[in-house]
């Protein structure tokens, strides 16, 4: 064992939402030393690529934000503009918090890490970065997002095209102007459906290429007004709150009732308002949209009517409405303009489901019965999720072990927050947490507090070495199952389950349990001394057990959870 000590505390990886949060918790709430690598040039993350015309959140602005646990008075001093923020102002968001917390002189911009390898010898992590950095720390923790490796799909030719083409991940800083060109969009997720209406209005001719139609939701974006700012201002201790019990981190409850339980006028009526209110409370208004197959079918069917109203050609509303998997199996995505486009001269629908592309051209897109020649391409392909970006960081545990061999068949975590094998790794958002089954920024404030609290708790113990016992993640993987396979999330082909990357294993990689009852789990592991990781010094993790808090019922986790 050697005696050097490491550099840092911790290194954190990403400078999006949860690595500025880790950050300043570390830094200013511990007294720790961190550093941060981040890829880009600046902080945003996922709001520093996804630049392409368009883009704005899903979540509203007011919740999609960081709440009173980083700043009551950062709530009442930041006004945001729209219902639904644009992407330009969460940057200009992050970044007025990075100043604000002076965050910046500890990150290392434009640097992306190719290497991390813990050292069994004396229990530090060495993280190599392609910049030529080379730094020790304790903790490593990866806050690198969960959709932030593009997926551009292998289509044969695809580099012998002379056009401009763009992936919706990476998009240029200083925008593109489809004027007057001819342009395909490859892919119709929450993405597409944000940047299709843009695109539109600029382009001679837009085809768009759709190989599964989704139930898209009503956006019902706005501006907001004074009073929709001193309304929310008033409100937020109760907004906050509630956002952290709920079962997708939303300031509003699912309805605990049975869409089989009212009428079919009533459930028309619910449906209805909650269409009318905008946003994912179509999803909350009853308890078993995504257990039961009848109830989920009255809320795709009340979708498919909807979009038969909308476009006016009977042919093209039919290849909108999904007919394949039930409704938010796949991530709904929240439309504003969406479907109107298709009633434009300029706008072509094409179904690749029946004819897919067969290859990329020179001069555009072939499929097996046409060729569809453009001036640009648009990738709206998506993203290798919640693992691809963890394995371009090189990371090695104990004995050398890749993570990408430990995972080979799908992701095993505990918590999905810690994985064996790897002592002193934490992964905000990692697989197998409610992550983006969730408004992320809850998720992420926390998955960076429990951390903070174990750090906290392990400095006061004189321990700087916690590693998860692996009956403990068997035991957290088996109830993730249990809890997926009650649901109908199984049944689509969505990135949620790994389907849209040739290979990669087939699982769920959030967890479906919800925010709520997995925060009260993490804090029963939490209170019962960190249950379910082995803890010690030096690299050496002795002490700690497992008393089986994941395998507990929820009833369990609850009582434990609420007893005093
Ligand atoms: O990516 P996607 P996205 N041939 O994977 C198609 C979040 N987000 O960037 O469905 C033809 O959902 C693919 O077809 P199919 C949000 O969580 C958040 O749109 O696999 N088509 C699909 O239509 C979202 O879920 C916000 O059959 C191919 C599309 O490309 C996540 O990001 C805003 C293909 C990819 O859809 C990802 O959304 C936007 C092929 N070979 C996005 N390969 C916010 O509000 C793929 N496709 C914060």
């Not at 080379?134 to 095209?161: H, K, Q």
């Not at 956006?219 to 929310?232: H, L, Q, S, T, W």
């Not at 109830?295 to 795709?300: D, L, M, P, Q």
Request: net charge negative.
């Amino acid at each position: 064992m050697t005696t050097a000590q490491p550099q840092f505390d911790a290194v954190v990886v990403g400078a999006g939402f949860s690595g500025l949060y880790m950050l300043h918790r570390l830094r200013d709430t511990l007294g720790m030393s961190a550093v941060v690598f981040e890829a880009g040039d600046d902080v945003g993350g996922t709001w520093y690529w996804n630049r392409y015309p368009g883009a704005r959140c899903d979540s509203e602005s007011y919740f999609y934000s960081f709440s009173d646990r980083l700043s009551e008075d950062l709530l009442q001093e930041w006004t945001w503009s729209e219902r639904f923020a644009a992407q330009p102002e969460i940057l200009r968001y992050l970044s007025h918090v990075a100043d604000r917390y002076d965050l910046r002189r500890d990150i290392r911009f434009g640097t992306r890490v190719v290497a991390a390898e813990y050292g069994d010898g004396d229990g530090t992590w060495t993280v190599t970065t392609d910049a030529g950095d080379r730094v020790t720390a304790t903790y490593l923790i990866t806050a690198v997002g969960c959709l932030s490796t593009t997926n551009l799909p292998e289509f044969p030719g695809r580099e012998s095209f002379r056009g401009e083409s763009f992936h919706t991940g990476l998009w240029p800083h200083d925008g593109v102007d489809f004027t007057g060109k001819r342009v395909a969009v490859i892919g119709t997720g929450a993405t597409a459906v944000q940047v299709v209406p843009e695109i539109a209005e600029q382009a001679e001719h837009l085809y768009v290429l759709q190989r599964t139609a989704n139930y898209d939701i009503a956006g019902g974006n706005r501006p907001m007004d004074d009073e929709d700012g001193r309304r929310i201002k008033e409100n937020y201790t109760e907004i906050w709150a509630t956002t952290r019990e709920t079962g997708f981190g939303f300031p509003y409850h699912t309805q605990n009732r049975s869409a089989l339980s009212v009428s079919d006028a009533e459930r028309r009526q619910i449906f209805t308002e909650a269409w009318e209110t905008g946003g994912f409370r179509l999803g909350t208004t009853f308890n078993d949209l995504l257990l039961d197959e009848k109830a989920n079918e009255t809320a795709a069917e009340f979708l498919r009517e909807r979009i038969r109203e909308r476009v006016t050609d009977p042919a093209v509303a039919e290849l909108l409405s999904p007919r394949d998997h039930p409704f938010f199996t796949k991530r709904p995505p929240l439309e504003n303009g969406y479907y109107d486009t298709f009633n434009r001269e300029n706008v072509t629908l094409v179904d690749v489901r029946t004819v897919p592309i067969s290859e990329i051209t020179p001069t555009g897109v072939r499929t097996a019965d046409a060729e569809y020649e453009v001036d640009a391409i648009v990738y709206a392909t998506g993203f290798d999720a919640m693992t691809g970006t963890l394995f371009t960081l090189g990371i090695r545990g104990r004995d050398g072990r890749d993570l990408r061999d430990k995972w080979a068949d799908g992701p095993r975590s505990y918590l999905g927050v810690a994985t064996h094998g790897f002592p002193n790794l934490f992964m905000i958002t990692g697989p197998q947490s409610p992550s983006v089954l969730s408004n992320m920024p809850v998720s992420i404030e926390q998955h960076v507090d429990w951390i903070t609290d174990c750090l906290r708790d392990q400095r006061a113990h004189g321990l700087d070495t916690i590693e998860a016992l692996p009956d403990a993640e068997d035991d957290w993987v088996d109830h993730h199952d249990e809890v997926t396979a009650a649901t109908l999330l199984p049944r689509a082909n969505s990135w949620w389950v790994g389907a849209n990357i040739p290979g990669k294993p087939r699982s769920l990689y959030p967890y479906v349990g919800g925010v709520g009852t997995y925060r009260l789990i993490c804090d029963a592991v939490a209170n019962r001394d960190y249950d379910g990781f082995a803890r010690g010094t030096g690299g050496a993790a002795t002490s700690g057990g497992f008393t089986g808090v994941a395998r507990a019922t929820f009833a369990d986790v609850l009582a434990a959870a609420a007893a005093p």
